[in-house]
């Protein structure tokens, strides 16, 4: 059997002015064709389809991804399209299709990126072609989604450890369905409702008790997946907001009713996801007061896994003005101050404006005179993401900052180490991550904080501006009337499998 496999992906922050073009793609690499099997990354899902199809005939198509960052442009999207149609074109006839997605891929001329790609490759590959999609549970699940795929399964857990094994599963059920051991039948429930990141720990209640209920649906031998995404907070998209998916085998009606079941429990706990979120001075003022070190802080509303620009000045300018007597890290996204200081070389004294001009909204930069400890370029031999671009290390006082010249993973420690820095020797240490940094750091780390300064990915998600959410949603408007069982049920083909019952 022919099975195409696609990689279309980004979690996109549509507050961020940082717009994601095609050189942004290119910086973290593009694939076509055969190519696109060749990628080792475990998280990029490739690896996990292939383990499942790889006896089969795997047919690469397109690869594209970024970090998060802001949307995607419409010459970048118009090109993308332009390389999947001509790659699916030429991979033609296919028996099954496979797409690694995040789900809240958004663009300027298209608020919805992997719906669009999933509705183009319906209409190319026609209705007998099995199309299937292992998405994160932060993806913003559409109609155009539900109704071009047969599957959709989203990550069950959060922090996120369970990626490559959503990815597996989604191709395992493809492949049942290819030999006609199970007739997947998929229904939606998109709920109105947002929530900010870090109250949705999967391991923590509220969204356990929702995660436990999605195991328990999965017990029953005619479901096949039931997923519950709870979307990425900081997308301004018309069909924003959490949705259940629910696939079963050939039942229409058990999916719709697990599937209401799902949105209403997540409907019944809204409010339990709103809890007050401490202050980055607050934060800070516990970790200079506690004894155990290090402390690793979450800037949550800069966060680089997150959309946030990653040149937030307030922690810094708090640091600073505290002048603290034990070491402290934290990275700063700037290209022009890493350039200069690459040029400068280690050993050189300066004064730079660092940092604040991204996000010129909430930010701005700061004046800070120290010494230049190390400068990395991009080479392979380094131990920082390759994507980071230009690195070095700036010492102020006992501060020490990484600065990047592009976005790089906030939430682990090897943007420390990797830059020559030992985290286990700081006190405090910030990541730019909301909740994956309490993986990422779960070895270093003696204590973890949260502490929200303004930035592009608040807690507090009245403080944006939106514009194209659905009115009314949770928690913007005081008043949602909402029922789940009067709620709009999405089908996958619109319903119209002949197969179903
Ligand atoms: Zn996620």
């Not at 549509?14 to 910086?27: G, I, K, Q, V």
Request: overall charge negative; some cysteine.
């Amino acid at each position: 059997m022919r099975i195409g496999i696609a990689r279309i992906s980004q979690e996109t922050n549509t507050f961020s002015p940082m717009l994601t073009d095609l050189d942004t793609l290119s910086a973290h690499g593009i694939a076509r064709g055969p190519d696109v099997l060749l990628d080792q990354d475990e998280w990029s899902f490739i690896p996990a389809f292939l383990e499942v199809v790889g006896h089969e005939e795997p047919v690469g198509i397109l690869s594209v991804h970024a970090r998060p960052s802001g949307p995607l442009t419409a010459e970048a999207l118009h090109t993308i399209l332009e390389w999947f149609v001509t790659d699916l074109e030429s991979a033609l006839p296919l028996d099954g299709l496979l797409f690694a997605m995040h789900g809240a891929f958004a663009g300027l001329s298209d608020p919805d990126v992997e719906g669009l790609f999933l509705k183009r490759a319906r209409a190319m590959v026609g209705p007998d072609t099995l199309i299937a999609a292992a998405m994160d549970l932060h993806g913003n699940i559409t109609r155009r989604k539900i109704e071009n795929a047969d599957i959709i399964r989203g990550f069950h857990t959060h922090p996120h450890v369970d990626g490559p094994q959503t990815a597996r599963r989604v191709a395992e059920m493809l492949l049942a369905a290819l030999r006609n051991e199970v007739r997947p039948v998929m229904s939606a429930v998109k709920i109105p409702m947002i929530t900010p990141a870090e109250t949705q720990l999967t391991e923590e209640w509220p969204m356990k008790e929702l995660m436990d209920l999605t195991r328990s649906q999965e017990q029953d031998p005619r479901v096949l997946s039931s997923s519950i995404f709870a979307v990425q907070p900081w997308l301004d998209v018309p069909e924003m907001g959490w949705c259940s998916v629910v696939v079963t085998d050939g039942d229409k009606r058990l999916a719709e009713q697990l599937a209401r079941e799902l949105a209403s429990k997540a409907w019944e706990q809204r409010q339990e996801y709103i809890r007050p979120c401490p202050t980055y001075i607050q934060a800070l003022d516990q970790a200079f007061a506690t004894d155990l070190r290090p402390v690793v802080i979450s800037d949550l509303a800069d966060l680089m896994t997150g959309g946030g620009t990653g040149d937030s000045t307030w922690y810094l300018k708090e640091l600073l003005a505290r002048n603290p007597t034990e070491p402290c890290f934290l990275t700063m996204v700037d290209p022009e101050v890493v350039h200069e200081m690459a040029r400068l070389g280690p050993g050189a004294r300066a004064t730079f404006e660092l940092g604040g001009k991204q996000d010129r909204l909430h930010s701005t930069p700061v004046r800070v005179t120290g010494e230049v400890v190390r400068v990395l370029p991009p080479s392979s031999d380094r131990k920082l993401p390759a994507d980071v671009g230009w690195a070095a290390v700036l010492q102020v006082g006992t501060i020490s900052i990484v600065v990047l010249e592009r976005l790089g993973p906030g939430s682990t420690p090897d943007i420390y180490s990797g830059a020559g820095l030992d985290p286990t020797q700081a006190k405090i240490l910030i990541a730019k991550s909301v909740v994956d940094f309490r993986e990422g750091y779960k070895g270093v780390a003696r204590l973890f904080l949260l502490g929200e300064a303004p930035g592009l990915a608040p807690s507090n998600l009245r403080t944006l501006r939106w514009e194209q959410v659905p009115r009314p949603i949770f928690p913007l408007d005081d008043e949602v009337p909402w029922d789940s069982a009067r709620a709009e049920v999405m089908y996958s083909r619109g319903g119209t499998v002949k197969y179903l019952r």
